[in-house]
């Protein structure tokens, strides 16, 4: 009995532990079947977290001080022991002025920075092709001189200096007033604000800015950052226009008489006809108000420039007449060389140079407003000069059997004179076409001048200036070709200048509207005024002194002492022979 007691205690306990074996198995099966997916829940949980974004950290306000650690400025230990040859760490973070240096750098500050960069480009970029153009009046002096007589060699170099003080003056008294007083505002140039006021009077049930009323003496609101670069090179442009009339009445034209139209070619003439076109003027607005493609357009001043200076030269030497001997009985014309051609080839290398600052300049820009066409403005400038010397030498050449030296130099300049309008609206093919029509030109027109109309022009300046601006002027409504950009619009209408090759003949007509303005209403003013001038002062010198040489009676000294002047064939020559 005990035996069975213990082997039924044995077989108790065996089972018990059988039974606690069965148990942690199935609790461990159990558990290896749960691990899996409470590693998959597991994943899940982290690929979730994982992709859930961090909370976005607020931007800075604009007067927030930046965390200027963060940009790793340059070290001025470093810079002080190693210096920056690679220029690397030069303009950093650390050049961005903070506007209060006790709270630090701020967003403000920084856009501010960017801001005032950008206008401090343009400023630059203004000025110094402002320079340029300033450069071009050395250009234009030796030219001048060059092609005419050595007896009017210091006469003639007087003008050309002189010019620049007489224009100078009468433009900042009134001139750059009446011309961009009612312009305003210039964006790209920061604004120019105060010149916003223009003297408009109602036609047509339409307005038509006349002249501007704001920036006299460039005081008041005019003395502004802003304006002054604006009036540096709006002057130089308008001293350009004026020079070209002593090349046309050289030899023959009273000092004083010279000061006189200078000043008031430099106060009325020229600003009139540059507020119509640049100044927010009439001829600006034919295409807002009459829909004539973009209104009249002139880029760089074939019309507002240089067709202002030729026509004026136009009138003035109708006024004053001929050089004694030019012209025999029969009305055949002589030959009378000047006496220089290599400062006038000279010349006419300077005179290119500047047209780089002429042309892109006249972006007003270097940064923003498509004012990256810059580089096509030069190029376009550069092809257009070079197909005028090409027409003009061929011209010559075959019509001569010789290339003339002195016509190649002018077709040159007509070249740069006919592409100076259309040079930020053409591509280069246009560019060169448009150039050697003007080579070609610049021949025909000198020849009808002086064979047909009789008007004596010692230099071409007629031809070079006045009867290529106009085909410069007429240019634009043919080959723009809609590509340029600058700020989305130009003189208020929306989109790009085209012209009738490339599908808006308006453009043209607006085009002819202003080569009949120059016509008409620019030679009218410039006869009428000479015409006055000359009942009251007298525009021309006496024979006598003619005969001699304008430099002693007008000017009181030889350019050349050392030299003696000859008489050839009963005519004062243009050579010197030394003594």
């Known amino acids: 009995m005990k035996e069975t007691v213990a082997v039924r205690e044995r ?15 199935a609790i461990c099966l159990t558990l290896l079947c749960a691990f899996p997916a409470l590693g998959q829940a597991q994943a899940a949980t982290s690929t979730t977290t994982q992709a859930a974004p961090p909370p976005a950290k607020a ?28 220029g690397t760490a030069t303009g950093t973070v650390s ?54 007589r050595a007896k009017n060699a210091n006469h003639t170099m007087m003008m ?34 105060s010149l916003t006021s223009e003297h408009v009077v109602n036609f047509l049930g339409k307005p038509w800015g006349l002249f501007g009323t704001h920036g006299f003496f460039l005081s008041g609101a005019s003395y502004d950052v802003g304006v002054m670069v604006l009036f540096l090179f709006q002057m130089v442009f308008m001293d350009t226009a004026l020079t070209i009339v002593t090349g046309s009445c050289a030899e023959r034209w009273k000092y004083v008489a010279f000061a006189v139209s200078s000043v008031f ?13 640049w100044g927010g003027g009439w001829l600006s607005q034919l295409g807002v108000n009459f829909t004539l493609g973009h209104g009249y357009c002139d880029f760089a001043g074939s019309g507002v420039v240089h067709a202002v200076g030729g026509i004026t030269a136009l009138a003035l030497s109708m006024i004053i007449g001929p050089r004694i001997g030019k012209y025999n009985r029969n009305g055949t014309p002589n030959a009378m060389p000047g006496h220089d051609l290599l400062v006038v080839l000279t010349g006419c290398f300077i005179l290119a140079f500047g047209w780089f600052g002429f042309n892109p300049g006249s972006t007003l820009a270097a940064s923003g407003n498509g004012a990256l066409r ?60 448009i150039g050697l029509i003007a080579g070609v030109l610049v021949c025909v027109s000198v020849e009808y001048v002086e064979r047909v109309l009789k008007v004596d022009d010692p230099v071409g300046a007629i031809s070079v200036h006045g009867t290529n601006g106009l085909w410069g002027v007429i240019s634009v409504g043919l080959f723009a070709d809609g590509t340029s950009n600058y700020g989305g619009s130009w003189n ?38 000479g015409w006055i001038m ?10 006598a002194d003619e005969l001699e040489g304008l430099d002693i009676p007008e000017m009181g000294a030889l350019c050349y002492p050392e030299f003696a002047l000859q008489m050839q064939r009963g005519v004062p020559s243009g050579g010197v022979a030394a003594d």
Do not use: H
Not at 63 to 82: F, N
């Open 11 to 25: 077989y108790m306990t065996s089972r018990v532990r059988t039974t606690s074996c069965c148990l942690w198995a």
């Open 59 to 86: 931007a800075p306000t604009m007067d927030e001080p930046l965390d200027v650690k963060a940009a790793q400025p340059p070290s001025t230990d470093d810079l002080t022991a190693k210096g920056d040859p690679g």
């Open 95 to 148: 050049d961005v002025v903070a506007a209060d240096p006790k709270k630090g750098l701020t967003l403000a500050d920084v856009v501010n920075q960017a801001g005032q960069n950008r206008i401090a480009i343009n400023f630059v970029w203004t000025l110094v092709t402002g320079f340029l153009v300033m450069f071009m009046q050395a250009g234009f002096a030796i030219v001048e001189t060059g092609l005419c």
């Open 160 to 193: 050309n200096f002189m010019v620049y003080g007489f224009g100078l003056f009468a433009f900042w008294v009134c001139g750059f007033a009446i011309q961009m007083g009612g312009g305003g505002p210039y964006s790209t140039l920061g604004g120019a604000y």
């Open 265 to 277: 070619m430099g106060a009325i003439t020229y600003p009139l006809f540059a507020n119509w076109a």
């Open 374 to 433: 810059i580089g096509s403005i030069a190029v376009n400038t550069m092809l257009a000069g070079c197909t005028g010397s090409f027409g003009a030498i061929l011209y010559m050449w075959i019509r001569y059997g010789k290339p003339d030296a002195s016509m190649t130099g002018n077709g040159l300049l007509a070249g740069l004179v006919a592409i100076t309008a259309p040079s930020g609206f053409v591509s280069t093919v246009g560019s060169a076409i």
């Open 492 to 529: 208020g209408v929306s989109g790009s200048v085209r012209g009738l090759f490339y599908g808006d003949a308006s453009q043209l007509v607006a085009q002819l509207i202003g080569v009949g303005t120059l016509i008409g209403v620019i030679f009218t003013i410039s006869y009428v005024a």
């Open 534 to 543: 000359d009942v009251i002062i007298g525009q021309r010198v006496s024979a």
